[in-house]
């Protein structure tokens, strides 16, 4: 099969079942308005990759399947596809202004293709022949995979052997013909609506946390599988507004994410990649973060810039602002980080290496990922502030748009809230702002992609002290010879 339209994906959903449960109750994908706006998201992913202004950065030749994949799909086999999917990144940002929700489970596909190549070569297993087959299933019918890394952890002083065994997913049993798995993913991205669930060790295992070492995947709602989903005041304003056409991103919402909990279920083997290999956990996390933090944290994060940009010039023009220097002194501060934070992830994709040599897979460059990240969750806060400061208090004091419908109400905020432009034009602006400023995005910036402290740690670690040390002794004049560590 060529590539799904959006139509197409939607048609396909029908088939599975996932039992998801939203607040109280239990949902159906296709009906729920807040399940809907992931639903909705994917579509338009898919129909970019078949729209002729998209499709170079949307899709990509595969070999394996020879026909062409959608890139979420697709294992980067070269410098030029990691920039196209840092390019994709930013471009899905831009016009879902939420997640693509397809970077975990697209990263997780690469960064597989790299380790089980090397877990053959060095242990004589078939985890990349059996990997190969599911990624040609993959390809060849354009699923959406969303990936499963981050485990539940319970007591993080604690290792997983150390606590309740199911903190962190893991094999209960094994059979002849595949294993059972038990525990809970969380904060995952739309997976909820997706095909197929890669799942992925969360961090590097040790000796004697064997069954703890494990990638596999899994059919969306398979037998033993629940989802529940995060609840936030745009749900309820969802479920319970007659008009959503003012809730900041009525299309495709917020980002949308669920616990995953698995009770026994049922893997067969041709589906499991990892299954014990602890030494092969930490290579494998490394080449997982060293994507997504390219993707996820620098690229996607200057789409998001691009509309949090858009929308403050937009309201510095409602109110008459525009002109003044503070002003635009703010937004150029803005498209300083967006650019900034691009930057990072283009030279991520750049400096990329094929890892291991002779995989044919391509890794960006831990360094440039990590700084990626990092400066664009700090200059993300910056930003929030700054198109806050332009919006005025209004951006959280708003009163609904709704109101122009009561006739006792609508001529106060026709009159009492326009500015250089009419009332309407500038609520709606601010609603999209709030969006940014007073809903999800901040935590969910820093968070996503792995908690700050991983990347600084990695920062710290790759950064060659030793020799910039050597430099500035040199120029110093202060002889390496001659100096003791006695001084
Ligand atoms: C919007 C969003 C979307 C996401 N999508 C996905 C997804 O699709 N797939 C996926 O797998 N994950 C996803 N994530 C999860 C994300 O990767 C995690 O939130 C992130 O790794 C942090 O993990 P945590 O939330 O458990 O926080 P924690 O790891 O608990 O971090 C909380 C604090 O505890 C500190 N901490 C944690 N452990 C220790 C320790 N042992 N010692 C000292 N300090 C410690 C951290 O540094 C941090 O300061 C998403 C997150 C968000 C917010």
Redesign the pocket.
Known sequence: MALKSGNEYIESLKNLDPKIYLGDKKVRLLENPTTMTVVKANAKVYDMALDPKYEEVMSAYSPLVEEKVGRSNYIYSSRDDLLKRAQMAVLTSQVLGT?NYRC?GADALTALASTTYEMDNKLGTEYNKRFNNFLKHVQKNDLAC?????DV?GD??KRPTQQDPDMYVRVVDKNEKGIIVRGC???????IASHETIVFP?TSFREGEEDYALSFAVENGSMGMTYISQYTPFTAERALASDIRELGNPEYGV?E?SMVVFEDVFIPWERVFMCGEVKFTRKAVERFTRSHRMNCGGACKSGFADLMIGAAQSIAEYLGIENASHVRDKITEMIRIRETSYACAIAAAVSGEEEPKGSGVYIPNEMYGNVAKVNSIYGFWDLMEMVGDIAGGLSVTAPSERGFKNPEISSYLEKYLKAAAPADKRLRITKFIQNWIAG?HG??TW????????QKMAIYRDFDLENAKKMAKELAGISEKEESRAW
């Open positions: 997640c975990p969303s990936g499963a890394l981050t952890k993080r002083s993913k969380i904060n995952q991205s739309g997976a969360t980002r994410t999800l935590a969910g968070h996503g992609a792995g908690p700050l402290q991983t």
